[in-house]
């Protein structure tokens, strides 16, 4: 073979490993082919000369960047540790973030590659072609394992290997890079999904912002913190499916983005950004206790225990607090989506609230303290992972008067405060909870009965001495109950004190009227006379009007006939 045959070989299957690498497709029939003066002097007859040539030429184990090397797979070459074939090992140095391209052919066999790393894991493979496009997540020595398709055969090849870039591997406040989610860039902590890791360096106290977008597959964003664990993840906080995450850094150190995607095994280009925003002063650790009048600075760490009844992480702040005494708790965090639970010296929550404060995700918490003794302020937030620093704030407002329990009388111009509780009776026949207030009245009294209340909806009910539901009203939402009527007797009355649903608890004020009287109707009018207005009252005793079916009272005069 003549040296300008040998340079037509050799272009041809740089051509062909061209044409394989833009068209991703398998090149399987491409190779060197022997030749009899391949490093003889051209004196001899060729055969004997070929075979010394090939047992004295250096086995292939090492190849760098931009070469093309030739290789023979032996049976006894080793074995590849993705697919347990026959392979070469071939190794190269690379660094963390380059992007490499490996192609092995052979006019013998349909060439596979695998790349294991340092630490001798699998990096990638070629599956059924017979080329390598990964980044690399680490620096060192890697292996290409030079082997073919089916495991088992054996031959000449040659490889090439080419650094095509560099990967995204670290960025830095105020930079905006593109990248790219390959097969094989590792796995996301705690969210078992393939990630790209993008590090960079913060400080504590740091508030930072990070932007994923691509138009490849649905971001999801991941912060890794400097202690392996994840810090925050965010889906579509960037409008549309891309990804926004927001966070503020708790220690100087080192911490890793993982740009990965919602269905966790996508693949394509992505465009990553990393702000500073601003920056937090270093929270009070452990705060444990607040006073009346008092503003304290705290930090959620993962330290913390859990809020009651929830699996959320929370900070316990407690405080001494008054029965009727109206607080009012502040909650504010530039990091974190803050929540307020507050519980009773019984254990119990007394109440919540997720975004009542001025600013949108703080939280503002208005009560009555039911009883004396140690109250706890659980700081926590909404999701119930979220850890940084807040402000604390607790105020009391005024008191509340105290209602009496059990009101069970009032008089004609009194007004008077009750509660309806769990141990109040059911009104008369009904199975609405009440409270029965008795009062003396009179025949002809005319009343007015008022009742109001901030912890439900009114209802007056008057009964007699027998039980026997009277009259009753009903309050509007907002609005008081009121009950106007007349008395028939000369007895002891009851006015029943409920909720327009029966079941409603709580503090009242009753007010009760005498509005004015009735004069009493004269029984049983039987007789009128000329220029007389006398009273009567019709009655289930009196007789049937003639020719009418209806009861009537019969009123006689004395009349003159017409004189004619």
């Known amino acids: 073979m003549s040296e300008n045959d040998d340079d037509a070989l050799h272009d041809s299957a740089h051509s062909s490993r061209r044409r394989f690498l833009g068209a991703g497709a398998t090149v399987a029939a491409l190779g060197l082919a022997g030749c009899s003066d391949l490093g003889g002097d051209g004196s001899g007859d060729g055969n004997g000369d070929a075979t ?23 049976a006894d070459a080793g074995t590849d540790p993705a697919t347990d074939g026959i392979a070469t090992p071939v190794s190269f140095e690379g660094n963390e973030g380059d992007l490499v391209t ?5 006019t013998e066999f349909s060439g596979h590659l695998s790349l294991t790393g340092p630490d001798g894991s699998v990096v990638a493979e070629s599956g059924s072609g017979n080329s390598i496009e990964t980044g690399l997540a680490t620096g060192g020595e890697h292996t290409l394992w030079a082997g073919s398709q089916a495991g ?17 591997v670290a960025t830095e406040y105020g930079e905006t890079a593109e990248g790219t989610l390959r097969e094989g860039d590792g796995t996301v902590p705690e969210l078992d999904r393939l990630g790209d890791p993008v590090t960079f360096s913060g400080s504590s106290g740091d508030i930072v912002s990070i932007r994923l977008e691509s138009e490849d597959f649905d971001p999801l964003l991941a912060l890794e913190g400097p202690d392996d664990s994840i810090v925050g993840t965010n889906d579509d906080g960037a409008g549309g499916l891309n990804s926004r995450l927001e966070a503020t850094l708790s220690s100087d150190a080192q911490y890793t983005i993982w740009v990965t995607s919602f269905s966790g ?102 009560t009555a303290l039911s009883a004396d003794g140690e109250y706890t302020i659980w ?4 999701g119930g992972e979220g850890t940084g620093p807040y402000t604390l704030s607790l105020e009391k407002t005024g008191e509340v008067e105290p209602a009496p329990q059990d009101l069970r009388s009032i008089s004609y111009g009194e007004t008077a405060r009750g509660t309806i509780d769990s141990e109040d009776p059911t009104v008369a026949t009904t199975e609405y909870l009440g409270e029965p207030v008795a009062f003396q009245g009179s025949s002809g009294d005319e009343i007015a009965a008022t009742v109001e209340s901030r912890a439900f909806t009114g209802l007056l009910a008057l009964a007699d001495a027998d039980g026997e539901i009277l009259d009753s009203a009903a309050g509007r939402s907002g609005e ?4 106007e009527t007349s008395l028939t007797a000369d007895a002891e009355f009851t006015l029943w004190v409920t909720s327009s649903r029966g079941e409603g608890t709580g503090p009242y004020t009753l007010s009760l009227e005498k509005t004015g009287e009735s ?41 003159s006939g017409a004189t004619p």
């Open 52 to 74: 010394a040539t090939a047992t004295e030429a250096p086995a292939l184990t090492s190849i760098s960047y931009g070469t093309t090397a030739e290789g023979t797979l032996a």
């Open 379 to 382: 700081a926590t937030t909404f």
């Open 152 to 168: 088992d055969e054996t031959g000449p090849f040659t490889l090439s290997l080419e650094k095509t870039g560099e990967d995204l």
């Open 519 to 559: 004069q009493p109707a004269q029984q049983d009018l039987r007789s009128i006379s000329y220029g007389e207005t006398a009273r009567g009252t019709i009655d289930s005793d009196d007789g049937t009007a003639p020719r009418r079916d209806e009861p009537g009272e019969p009123v006689t005069f004395s009349g």
């Open 102 to 106: 490996a192609t092995v052919l052979s």
């Open 265 to 366: 095994d996508a693949t394509g280009s992505y465009t990553l950004s990393l702000e500073k925003t601003g920056e937090v002063e270093p929270a009070q650790q452990d705060l444990r206790s607040i006073s009346y009048g008092e503003s304290a600075r705290g930090t959620i760490d993962s330290e913390d225990p859990a809020v009651p009844s929830s699996s959320a992480i929370g900070e316990p702040v407690t405080f001494q607090g008054s029965a009727n005494d109206l607080v009012s708790i502040n909650m504010q965090s530039r990091a974190l989506d803050t929540l307020l639970v507050l519980q009773g010296p019984d254990g119990d929550i007394v109440g919540t609230d997720d975004d009542g404060g001025a600013e949108r995700y703080n939280s503002l918490l208005e």
């Open 480 to 483: 008081p109950a009121r009950l």
